[in-house]
Nanobody, 119 residues
Framework: QVRLVESGGGLVQAGGSLRLSCAASGFTFSITTMGWFRQAPGQEREFVAAISWSAGTTNYVDSVKGRFTISRDNAKNTMYLQMNSLKPEDTAIYYC????????????WGQGTQVTVSS
């Protein structure tokens, strides 16, 4: 019912910036929350940031507070993650996720986009 497509990943030097985008299509009017997760090689997938689709309330994991900013453009059905002061520890595949029709959790996922931060 909902398709999520991430873009904006790439290779950047430590201290640099990237802006990730997640475009949603389909029955997007039923999305309540969207968020970003990441998974580094050999590690568990972890929560990064989330935003409520209506009020725009945000939440971040402690390790990215002050460096990353999540936002959304409701008219474009697009979510963004502005990533500043990037560190090698931020290297991971970043996934876009959405809660659809108040499922009680994230029930739609994108395919992921690779972010690599060099020293």
């Amino acid at each position: 019912q909902v398709r999520l497509v991430e873009s904006g990943g790439g290779l950047v030097q430590a201290g640099g910036s990237l802006r990730l985008s997640c475009a949603a299509s389909g029955f997007t009017f039923s999305i309540t929350t969207m968020g970003w997760f990441r998974q580094a090689p050999g590690q568990e997938r972890e929560f990064v940031a989330a935003i409520s689709w209506s009020a725009g309330t945000t939440n971040y994991v402690d390790s990215v507070k002050g460096r990353f900013t999540i936002s959304r453009d409701n008219a474009k059905n697009t979510m963004y993650l502005q990533m500043n002061s990037l560190k090698p520890e931020d290297t991971a595949i970043y996934y876009c996720a959405a809660e659809w029709r108040r499922a009680g959790g994230y029930n739609y996922w994108g395919q992921g986009t690779q972010v690599t931060v060099s020293s």
